[in-house]
């Protein structure tokens, strides 16, 4: 008996390895194969990269911040701070990070400063090479006094060579070596200028520092852990509001946060992909359902029991997912490769284990994708009746909804929270997508209707091909969402890239500023004023800024969000603040401060392009201490006028009441303050200014040699901005790529599989055609256009959505009136149209290519 | 005929003329070989030797295209599964052969030929939104719309049951007999054969005129034969 048994069950492992062997053979199981091969690999390499690049960055310990402690603040530490420290016998160093202009003859370079004290770094390790031609880097600590070590990139670009000697400020100072590795290197490097490191005795030199300059001080410290946790409660008390303490953990904790959010994001968008994938894998599997009915059939008419059956497609399935699983890790792991490679030369990922996680999560998307979209038609197969051998067998059922499509739609929320963590986010973007899709569909239904209507005076090619739209039209609709969401995306990215941005720059009126001058020293205002007056050149005039916190609202203390203020961009003049605009949504978060130091000014009069809108602005001679507030901050902090608002400058706090409220222009690229307060207030604090101008082209080289005079005064060229934002949409837009290229193979795959599930009606079709005497012309024709028609429809609705995202990113990013981009709709068009058209003649290139003969013998 | 490398012979060497205006059935049981005559009579399939002249137009000498362009100017078709294209309305799909054919007034022509056929309230049904007999009165409609010369009729009742076939049969010969069309129709139901003014028999392979008809139709049980599945 169990001799049987063992026999029985040999025999439908055996069948059902012929099984899959034959099927793989004959194509059958492609689709489902490459789909699953598709969605593996994608969640691998995603996880399995940003696992590598979170683990290099974080966990290379004490490193990052090249101390125990850091104590990081805009002014000189208190003297005792030092001396409790070397009470303590801790070890400490000094930084100072600025941004300031490099001069080498006529060339200048907008660069980030480090000036360190000898002592730095206290842990990790400052690498540098003194020559282009070494090959081993070596450990070094701070530069000799009159000498720098710059980033390769410095070199290039102000045209130096290693010995020669650059200006910083009003410092001659020699390059002696370039700088391979900083241990506490800041990550927004990436999207600012190069950095230079000097000793912080020859800081003294270079006059840079100016009471008011925007100056970043860090006091690193380093020792032994009873020792640093003793003074770390000693000092904790005493820093106030301005001051940020903190470990490696928390700064890498911020860090690891973006990380994570990165991650987030990437996840969640290729999602879209998996979920094409996952739907390629549905339409597959029910054709295979409906191809394998008789199969089963004559296999139970033929007497094998339900449980056989059910062993045999079972095991036939699990080995297909095994195996599409398995190709799936190495082509993911392959791909990681690749990114870890692309990424070396700003992060060695060399070290960086490969954890379990990518593993698990890529092998559970893969299961349920094989298993949660194909248990339906997979489950009614194996029910196949016997009886249908007599009756014959349903071909194409209409789908209905119904119970069985509630294990996708788990299987779609449970990705999703995998990949985000948060069920309410996951129960939102499921019903969201779930949303958009029904008015995709909807809109589609109805361009494919509305195209047969026309078509039917649009020749007999396009008219059929028309009408097998419509008549597809709830099968097209999947591609028809796919692809409207890949050419949006490709859209987007080239009018993100080649139109918002010099639109933007384009609709500012003549005489505009482009120039931004910083840390101006009050005797420096004169000439400078007396040049622009000279010269004719329009500006803005000199404005003081202070740096201070908003402290309190009405007595109450204001809460900061645990934000690392170094990965802000800096926002001391107006150009910076469209940066701010840009971040306006993420600040809408409402916060009771304003969680950083802000840029503050007196003015006697209201500035231009500035309306008040509530309250009074002040006299003259008003000396009574007052503040003027702009009106959305005030709106988002709730403050009102008689409020009275707490500031800190430095070590300094006083209190002033709102008198008024103001509406500013941001766009307007003018310098603007949020908080504008009378003279009295900030009178007595030593400051430095600032001023825009507006220079023409003709007039530029006679302001740089000018300006060549006065190092210490920073020129920020609007052109340079503007290249920094570029390159930050530069790197969101190859992010946005990566998902396009996967909607694009998950959506060619779910076309492909809709094609193969109508082959045997387009067959049909086809024979009928040629019987009453169609030309081969035609028929190919009506195909062509069919699935051009597809891919134009699909443009179509996505360049009305592009339109669509276009015009929110310019009325709340950007701040400018809307515009249409009726160019890149024909690009949308076009590009569906070919894409589609392609893949779909591509994949009914078999049945183009049957003889007339052929298909009439087949369909008679 | 070549299948794989074993050659089938499907048709012994036959003789056969249809003339204008006359009605020929081509009689035989199942596999005999007559749907394949009709194929190669109607141009849809190639003889692998002789001559077939439609119109004095030698087709075994022409290529797919210009076959397709004799049967679009030539030739109308009735079927057993009527072959109505599934995305096109009923009168999307009687006017198809006249647009193949660049005819004018296609629409007009089909519109008057869907209500001779009694379908003039279903202009615009969908063929899955007809029953059998309505959809082979659409083919029907098809199949004279661009009055053809000839009109080929493949076993046009055998999906039907005998009231509707009975039906479809008088739908045919009352058109036939008022557009004065060629008909030539494949069947093994002897009282639709016996409509018909000429009659031949298929037996495997081999052709023979049946000269006494009425005698032949009385020995036939149409419900008999019925039963008998078709292998086209």
């Known amino acids: 008996m169990s001799n049987l048994n063992s026999k029985a069950s040999s025999m439908w492992f055996a069948q059902s390895l012929r099984l899959l062997h034959h099927e793989l053979r004959r194509g059958e199981l492609t689709i489902i194969f490459l789909a699953i091969v598709l969605a593996v690999a994608t969640v691998f390499s995603l996880t399995g990269f940003s696992g590598q690049i979170k683990h290099a960055i974080v966990a290379n310990s004490t490193n990052t911040i090249g101390a125990d402690r850091v104590l990081r603040m805009s002014s000189e530490i208190d003297p005792s701070f030092i001396k409790k420290s070397q009470e303590l016998s801790l070890k400490s160093a000094r930084k100072i990070e600025t941004e300031s202009m490099a001069f080498a003859g006529d060339n200048m370079l907008l660069s980030e400063l480090d000036a360190v004290s000898d002592t730095y770094p206290l842990r990790g390790e400052l690498r540098i090479k003194t020559s282009l031609t070494q090959t081993e880097s070596m450990v070094a600590s701070a530069p000799k006094v009159g000498s720098v070590w710059v980033e390769p990139s410095v070199l290039s670009r102000l045209n130096v060579n290693i010995g020669d000697t650059i200006e910083i400020g009003l410092a001659p100072l020699k390059i002696a070596g370039i700088v391979t590795d900083i241990p506490d290197r800041s990550y927004r ?116 029991s339900i449980s056989h059956v059910r062993k045999l497609y079972c095991l036939h399935w699990t080995l297909l997912s095994c195996l599409s699983i398995a190709t799936g890790l190495v ?28 593993f698990l999560t890529a092998i559970f998307t893969g299961l349920l994708c094989a298993i ?90 396009w008219h059929l091909a028309l009408a097998n739209l419509k008549r597809r039209a709830s ?33 500012f009126p003549e005489g505009t500023p482009n120039h931004y001058l910083i840390n101006i020293s009050e005797e420096q205002i004169a000439p400078l004023k007396q040049f622009v007056e000279q010269h004719d050149i329009a500006n803005q005039g000199f404005y003081h800024v202070y740096r201070g916190r908003l402290s309190a609202i009405n007595g109450i203390k204001t809460v900061d969000e645990e934000k690392d203020d170094s990965q802000e961009p800096s926002e001391a003049t107006s150009a910076s603040k469209e940066k701010q605009a840009t971040k306006k949504a993420e600040q809408q978060k409402s916060r009771q401060g304003m969680g ?183 028929l190919r024709n009506s195909i062509l256009y069919e699935f051009v028609a597809l891919g134009a429809i699909a443009g179509l609705m996505a360049s009305i959505g592009m339109e669509i995202a276009v015009y929110i990113l310019q009325s709340q990013v950007f701040n400018m009136p809307g515009s249409f981009h009726f160019q890149y709709w024909l690009v949308g068009i076009g590009a569906g149209a070919f894409f589609v058209g392609s893949i779909g003649m591509l994949s009914c290139w078999r049945l183009l290519n049957l003889s007339s003969v052929t298909l009439i013998r087949r369909t008679m | 005929m070549q299948v794989e490398d074993k050659t089938l012979e499907l048709l012994q060497p036959l003789n056969l003329t249809v003339t204008a205006g006359e009605s020929l059935a081509i009689v035989g049981s199942s596999g005999s070989g007559k749907t394949t005559l009709l194929s190669i009579l109607a ?45 096109l309305t009923a009168l999307e799909n009687v006017m198809l052969p006249a647009e193949l054919a660049n005819l004018p007034d296609a629409q007009a022509r089909g519109e008057a030929l869907l209500s001779q056929v009694g379908l003039a309230d279903r202009l615009d049904h969908y063929p899955s939104q007809l029953s059998g007999g309505e959809q082979q009165r659409v083919a029907i409609a098809r199949a004279f719309i661009s009055k053809p010369d000839i009109l080929f009729a493949d076993e046009p009742t055998g999906n039907l049951d005998s009231k509707t076939g009975q039906h479809i049969t008088d739908l045919i010969f009352d058109l036939n007999a008022k557009e004065g069309t060629t008909l030539v129709l494949v069947t093994h139901d002897a009282k639709l054969a016996a409509r018909c003014q000429r009659q031949v028999e298929m037996d495997s392979g081999v052709l023979t005129e049946r000269l006494d008809v009425a005698a032949q139709t009385t020995q036939h049980s149409p419900e008999a034969e019925t039963l008998v599945p078709q292998v086209g």
């Open chain 1, 475 to 507: 099968e097209n609709s999947v591609q028809l969402v796919s692809f409207t969401i890949a050419i949006k995306l490709l859209l987007l990215i080239t009018v993100m890239k080649s139109s918002i941005l010099s639109e933007w720059e384009q609709q």
């Open chain 1, 331 to 358: 082509v993911g792991y392959g791909l990681m490769l690749l990114g870890v490679n692309a990424i070396a030369s700003y992060l060695s990922l060399a070290d960086a284990p490969l954890t379990l996680v990518p």
């Open chain 2, 43 to 87: 141009g849809l399939d190639l003889p692998s030797s002789g001559q077939v002249y439609l119109k004095n137009q030698p087709l075994h000498q022409f290529n797919e295209e210009q076959r397709s362009q004799v049967r679009a100017q030539h030739v109308g078709f009735i079927f057993q599964q009527f072959l109505l294209i599934n995305s």
């Open chain 1, 596 to 778: 950083r130091e802000l840029g503050l000014t007196w003015r006697t009069e209201l500035p231009e392009e500035n309306e008040i809108i509530a309250g009074q602005w002040w006299q003259v001679d008003d000396d009574k201490p007052q503040v003027s507030i702009e009106s959305n901050i005030a709106e988002r902090l709730e403050i009102n006028l008689g409020d009275d608002l707490t500031f800190t400058l430095g070590s300094d706090e006083f209190t002033v009441p709102v008198t008024s409220i103001r509406q500013v222009n941001w766009q307007s690229r003018q310098l603007n303050f949020i908080m504008v307060f009378n003279q009295s207030v900030l009178e007595q604090f030593p400051t430095t200014s600032i001023s825009a101008w507006s220079i023409s082209d003709q007039d530029r080289d006679r302001v740089y040699r000018f300006m060549a005079d006065f190092p210490t005064i920073t020129l920020m060229d609007f052109a340079a901005i503007m290249e920094q934002l570029n390159n930050i949409i530069e790197q969101v837009s190859v992010a946005i790529q990566l998902i396009l290229i996967l909607v694009v193979l998950a959506g060619s795959l779910v076309l492909i599989a809709q094609v193969q599930a109508s082959m045997e009606e387009r067959e049909r079709e086809l024979a009928i055609l040629r019987t009453l005497g169609a030309s081969g012309k035609l």
């Open chain 1, 189 to 304: 490097a990436f999207i600012a200028g190069p950095t230079v490191i000097l000793n912080i005795a020859d800081m003294p030199k270079t006059e840079l520092i100016q009471p008011g300059s925007r100056i970043t001080y860090k006091y690193l410290f380093a020792g032994e852990t009873d020792a640093i946790e003793t003074f770390e409660t000693w000092i904790k008390p005493q820093i106030n509001e301005s001051q940020r303490w903190y470990d490696a953990k928390a700064a890498q904790n911020r860090l690891s946060r973006i990380l994570d959010t990165a991650e987030k994001f990437l996840s969640l968008a290729s999602m879209l992909g998996i979920v094409l994938a996952a739907v390629a894998v549905a339409v597959a599997s029910r054709r295979y359902g409906q191809r394998h009915q008789s199969t089963v059939s004559v296999f139970k008419a033929l007497g094998a």
């Open chain 1, 372 to 461: 949660a979209f194909a248990i339906h038609p997979i489950m009614t197969l194996v029910q196949s009746s016997p009886l249908n051998v007599i009756r014959g067998f349903s071909q194409n059922k209409v789908a209905r909804f119904g119970w069985h499509q509630l294990p996708p739609l788990l299987a779609l929320f449970l990705l999703l929270f995998i990949f985000s963590q948060d069920l309410v986010m996951s129960a939102a973007l499921l019903l969201g997508g779930i949303f958009v899709s029904f008015i995709l569909l909807l809109f589609g239904r109805g361009l494919m209707s509305a195209g047969r209507s026309v078509g039917t005076k649009a020749g007999k090619s």
